[in-house]
């Protein structure tokens, strides 16, 4: 039993006053943080100063406000509560957080996992199905013995061995909220492809997956389409290339190919980008599923393929817009997993707000909502511990949504930027001094590359 299960008690009342996100607790509420800590063993047996569910809300607080220590949390926590209550010291908290454990926010982001609601014509769908896309990226953790033993450092190059130990992170995110549907997370001496199996057991029939280069392997294509999923994946060419031999050239230029005895199509393509810059061209090749060109043309499938982005900038806001390019604050690999887990659920709780706002604007796409914006308002909230009862009806916008839709983003326009090595709060120069830095407006044109049938 949990202890708010055996103490009946309200949110605002005694010790367990400071459970709250503001106005996100109506997408987390209590009641769902107590059945993530009964699944998990996470409660207690008497009641604490620091019950086990405002520990918890402490570190969801902790992945929005990423920049401050704990007892800075636990004040942003505090200030708008109206009765006093106790400031425990940086041990306590730290105690606390250390007898939660990780496993009560990894079943809650779990409970919160998921494509968030969106009505039918703003999800990103294609033939049918719904888009997602899959990638990896690395996290700093701070450079402690214990980190370094369970997070290895890379080997280092030219410029010396890595500051800081890395976990690599893989998620698979829904293209059309950027909101997770499951992720998987460890030592980056493990590859991509490895954490990738993992993921395959949130994929299901009625998904069409996203990925870059790094994921065409056949092992991958198999284990994908075992779940009943199709996919989408450039694969390289030239030096390295997968063999897929032609078997049939299709209508639309396409062609059949097999891959390791899987029947897959393959859509060889040239794309140029103009801009009043330059004008650019490149060969992409992709490999897919959807083998009917009249269910799924190939001129279509290339330029569904460019919402694989979609992955890249919810990395973006998660690494640059929440953490601010900072290492995470554990100095223990148990920490650091409870950490990562907390800053996913917060990030969901977030997307989920988000959507919920563009929900009640049907003519307003997803995309439009600013991140930073939400997470600003979110953090308000939070200060202001308002927000943290849902009425008698619930309202979807509130004061967050109302933040969000009266500073809309302008509609998602064709934009090209080359891409630069650097660190969002690095203040030097990033490497490439004669890299043109500005964004342009950009034109594509797609060419449908024919192959020759294989003798």
Known sequence: M?????TPVSLSSGVYEPGHLGELTQVVPPEMVDAALEATGGTQQRLRRLPSRVVVYLLLAGGLFAGQGWRQVWSRLTTGLTSPVVRPSGSALTAAMRRVGPGPVRELFALLAGPAATRAEQAVR?????????DGTQIAVPDTDANRA?????AGGPNGEPGYPMIRLLALV???TRSMIDVAFGTDRVGELTYAAQLTRALTRGMLLLGDRNF????FFTQI??????FLIRAKTGHGAMKLPVRRRLSDGSYLADAHGARVRVIDAEVTITTEADTRTGTYRLVTTLLDPDHAPARQLVELYHHRWQIETAYCELKSTILGGRVLRARHPSGVEQEVWALLAAYQVLRTAMSDATLCQPDVAPDRASFTVALQAARDQIIQAAGTIAGTAIDLVGRIGAAILADLLPARRIRTRPRVIKRAISKYRAKGRDVDH???IATLHTTILTPEPDD
């Open 2 to 6: 949990s202890d708010s299960a055996t």
């Open 225 to 230: 389409t075992d779940t009943g999923a199709d």
């Open 438 to 440: 500005h964004t342009y």
């Open 126 to 134: 294609f033939a049918g199905r719904l888009v997602v896309a899959i």
């Open 150 to 154: 369970r997070f290895p450092k890379s």
């Open 174 to 176: 829904a293209t059309g």
């Open 216 to 219: 065409a392997a056949y092992a």
